[in-house]
């Protein structure tokens, strides 16, 4: 379905520039350069557990997702990663802390990337040669995470605590220490729980390197707070072309996470749309239970693999006229939907038929392309 048109032009908005950066490959995906924006989330299944995890991992690609990271904090886990890196449809990182040895596993394992948070990795700066000689020899990127809570002691007492400037100075510090030793495919991520110390972080680290940059708002809360917070703050940074793969860090299943970071992305043309859904917000007017019906539609058009836009309008102020723009839609009143393309009435049916009319011309139009005849 093409962008839609900025009001009065005709042409569709324009995307923002993207910053320039070297390119990495994780596994079959290209981050950074001019590579799409790639949507991640992190498992939450036991790593070990390797039936519950593939299927895990089954369920968010399938929501869109391009590369899953998986933690592995224990032998068991990383005795795990081989089977996991072997048979999952996407590209697999290892989460590592705390044990550098879980960085050699997890690139003997096959994984596609690593992470390493080296504020939390015993020994990192003796061993930083070995894990990039192994990287280098595997052809696998580090992902270098930082966050407030495994800031050095000695730069929260330079700046003052986790400041912007904290987190920046500290993943520049740790990508120097790889760069020392030739290893230069390095993704970074600095990340905190409020969206605006996030997003200067990231400002400022976009001036200060030309390495990829991995979007997250850290510990953003619950589904709602959460996707707020993070739509937020990636919509300031992806508008300024800051940012090349993002993960929505949600209290709620990783597959809600990916269909968050899928949305944000389709919102700013970052991402080809799927199907919308355009619905009014309700008003006096109303002689239709609005919310419940569009749930109801939302809930007959999950997974539709067309990328319609499809109105539910509550009353005929806000119904073909507003939604012109829509491929389908229904205006509601009097016990009745006025189902109408393209800002076209085509027919009027009953409302319990509601639902299953805009389901019926919603395969109509995919399969002609046209609506059908009314056949009132």
Same mark, same amino acid.
């Given at each position: 379905?093409?962008?839609?048109?900025?009001?009065?032009?005709?042409?569709?908005?324009?995307?923002?520039?993207?910053?320039?950066?070297?390119?990495?490959?994780?596994?079959?995906?290209?981050?950074?350069?001019?590579?799409?924006?790639?949507?991640?989330?992190?498992?939450?299944?036991?790593?070990?557990?390797?039936?519950?995890?593939?299927?895990?991992?089954?369920?968010?690609?399938?929501?869109?997702?391009?590369?899953?990271?998986?933690?592995?904090?224990?032998?068991?886990?990383?005795?795990?990663?081989?089977?996991?890196?072997?048979?999952?449809?996407?590209?697999?990182?290892?989460?590592?802390? !705390?044990?550098?040895?879980?960085? !050699?596993?997890?690139?003997?394992?096959?994984?596609?990337?690593?992470?390493?948070?080296?504020?939390?990795?015993?020994? !990192?700066?003796?061993?930083?040669?070995?894990?990039?000689?192994?990287?280098?020899?595997?052809?696998?990127?580090?992902?270098?995470?930082?966050?407030?809570?495994?800031?050095?002691?000695?730069?929260?007492?330079?700046?003052?605590?986790?400041?912007?400037?904290?987190?920046?100075?500290?993943?520049?510090?740790?990508?120097?220490?790889?760069?020392?030793?030739?290893?230069?495919?390095?993704?970074?991520?600095?990340?905190?729980?409020?969206?605006?110390? %996030?997003?200067?972080?990231?400002?400022?680290?976009?001036?200060?390197?030309?390495?990829?940059?991995?979007?997250?708002?850290?510990?953003?809360?619950?589904?709602?707070?959460?996707?707020?917070?993070?739509?937020?703050? !990636?919509?300031?940074?992806?508008?300024?072309?800051?940012?090349?793969?993002?993960?929505?860090?949600?209290?709620?299943?990783?597959?809600?996470?990916?269909?968050?970071?899928?949305?944000?992305?389709?919102?700013?043309?970052?991402?080809?749309?799927?199907?919308?859904?355009?619905?009014?917000?309700?008003?006096?007017?109303?002689?239709?239970?609005?919310?419940?019906?569009?749930?109801?539609?939302?809930?007959?058009?999950?997974?539709?693999?067309?990328?319609?836009?499809?109105?539910? %309008?509550?009353?005929?102020?806000?119904?073909?006229?507003?939604?012109?723009?829509?491929?389908?839609?229904?205006?509601?009143?009097?016990? +009745?939907?006025?189902?109408?393309? +393209?800002?076209?009435?085509?027919?009027?049916?009953?409302?319990? +038929?509601?639902?299953?009319?805009?389901?019926?011309?919603?395969?109509?139009?995919?399969?002609?392309?046209?609506?059908?005849?009314?056949?009132?």
């Amino acid at each position: 379905m093409p962008a839609p048109s900025t009001p009065g032009t005709g042409q569709a908005p324009q995307v923002p520039v993207r910053r320039r950066t070297r390119k990495l490959k994780v596994g079959d995906v290209s981050v950074g350069g001019d590579a799409p924006i790639s949507v991640q989330t992190m498992t939450t299944t036991k790593t070990a557990d390797v039936d519950a995890t593939l299927q895990q991992i089954a369920e968010v690609t399938a929501a869109g997702c391009d590369i899953i990271r998986v933690a592995v904090p224990t032998n068991d886990d990383a005795a795990a990663l081989p089977a996991i890196a072997a048979k999952s449809p996407v590209p697999v990182i290892a989460d590592i802390h !705390f044990q550098p040895r879980y960085v !050699f596993a997890a690139l003997e394992a096959g994984c596609a990337a690593v992470r390493v948070n080296p504020g939390n990795i015993k020994r !990192f700066d003796d061993r930083v040669g070995e894990i990039a000689s192994a990287a280098l020899a595997a052809g696998v990127p580090i992902r270098i995470g930082v966050n407030a809570g495994s800031l050095d002691k000695r730069l929260l007492a330079k700046h003052g605590g986790p400041t912007p400037a904290a987190l920046v100075e500290s993943a520049l510090w740790e990508a120097s220490l790889f760069e020392e030793h030739g290893f230069r495919d390095v993704k970074i991520a600095v990340k905190h729980h409020d969206p605006l110390t %996030m997003v200067a972080a990231n400002r400022l680290l976009a001036e200060r390197c030309d390495y990829p940059l991995h979007l997250g708002v850290t510990e953003a809360g619950p589904a709602f707070q959460g996707s707020i917070k993070s739509a937020t703050a !990636f919509s300031i940074l992806l508008g300024e072309g800051i940012g090349d793969t993002i993960r929505v860090s949600l209290s709620a299943p990783p597959v809600e996470q990916v269909k968050a970071g899928c949305q944000i992305l389709s919102s700013l043309n970052l991402r080809p749309r799927k199907l919308e859904i355009v619905s009014c917000p309700g008003c006096g007017r109303l002689q239709v239970d609005l919310h419940k019906l569009t749930g109801q539609v939302e809930a007959a058009f999950d997974g539709f693999p067309h990328p319609l836009r499809i109105a539910v %309008m509550g009353c005929v102020v806000n119904g073909p006229g507003e939604a012109k723009e829509a491929d389908i839609g229904v205006s509601c009143g009097n016990g +009745k939907g006025q189902i109408f393309h +393209k800002g076209h009435v085509i027919k009027t049916v009953p409302e319990s +038929k509601i639902v299953e009319a805009l389901l019926d011309e919603a395969q109509s139009l995919v399969e002609t392309d046209v609506p059908r005849e009314d056949t009132q």
